[in-house]
């Protein structure tokens, strides 16, 4: 079964900086997707940003971007430009040809003033 | 963008009583839609999965009996907490996917306290 380790329960980050979250998953699949999801107190579930294993390129929205590390089978999330609003868990989750997400354990993101 | 209700988004209920709790997805078919399981400060825990007109598919460890999921439509699940006890008292949460590999869109959550 494939496994999703998220191994910082909590990071703080002060507003403007940068914050790097970090993900790592196992897998024998050669061909699946990677996600960071955001999820703040209202806990409604926010796609921040989708990376397909198969690209090479990584993925960039706003100030989120990934440094996929597909040896390595690493998947960090970079939080620029921190503001206050990013303050929420995040989680990593990954799937492959079956349906289903698979999630990591989550960071809870602090963001200070 | 597609949109993906719950409802209720509270509910209490009594020891012994059976709860609905009702997925919809409003702008697109829902193929395919799963619900999680969520404690507090916790990850989200796959229940089941259930694919339009088909018995949904448990994930182990989850009872059948118990947690009955029925997918009629292509737009609505719904999970039915039969014979509640104070430990289902939990966060419960759909996703439906329209059947683009990736494609999964979350509602906005059910909170469910049993006393």
């Known amino acids: 079964a494939q496994t999703v380790t998220q191994s910082q329960p909590e990071m703080s980050v002060q507003e403007a900086e940068t914050v790097t979250l970090s993900c790592t998953y196992d897998t024998s699949e050669s061909d699946y997707y990677l996600f960071w999801y955001k999820q703040p107190p209202s806990r409604q579930m926010i796609l921040v940003i989708r990376?397909?294993?198969?690209?090479?390129q990584n993925a960039t929205e706003n100030r989120f971007s990934v440094n996929f590390q597909k040896a390595a089978k690493s998947f960090s999330l970079k939080i620029s430009d921190s503001q206050l609003g990013d303050a929420a868990m995040y989680f990593c989750a990954y799937k492959d040809s079956g349906y289903a997400l698979n999630f990591g354990k989550g960071t809870s993101l602090l963001v200070t003033p | 963008g597609a949109v993906v209700s719950q409802h209720p988004s509270r509910v209490i209920c009594k020891s012994g009583t059976s709860v609905k709790i009702e997925c919809r997805s409003l702008d697109f078919q829902a193929t395919t839609m799963f619900w999680y399981r969520q404690f507090p400060k916790q990850s989200l825990m796959l229940m089941a999965t259930s694919n339009e007109g088909s018995k949904a598919t448990y994930e182990q460890g989850v009872e059948k009996d118990k947690f009955l999921i029925n997918h009629a439509s292509l737009t609505l699940s719904t999970l039915t907490v039969t014979s509640a006890h104070p430990e289902d008292s939990s966060f419960y949460i759909c996703?439906?996917?329209?059947?683009?590999?990736?494609?999964?869109?979350f509602g906005p959550g059910t909170r469910l306290t049993v006393t």
């Open positions: 990376q397909e294993a198969y690209k090479q």
């Open positions: 996703s439906a996917g329209s059947g683009a590999a990736y494609e999964q869109y």
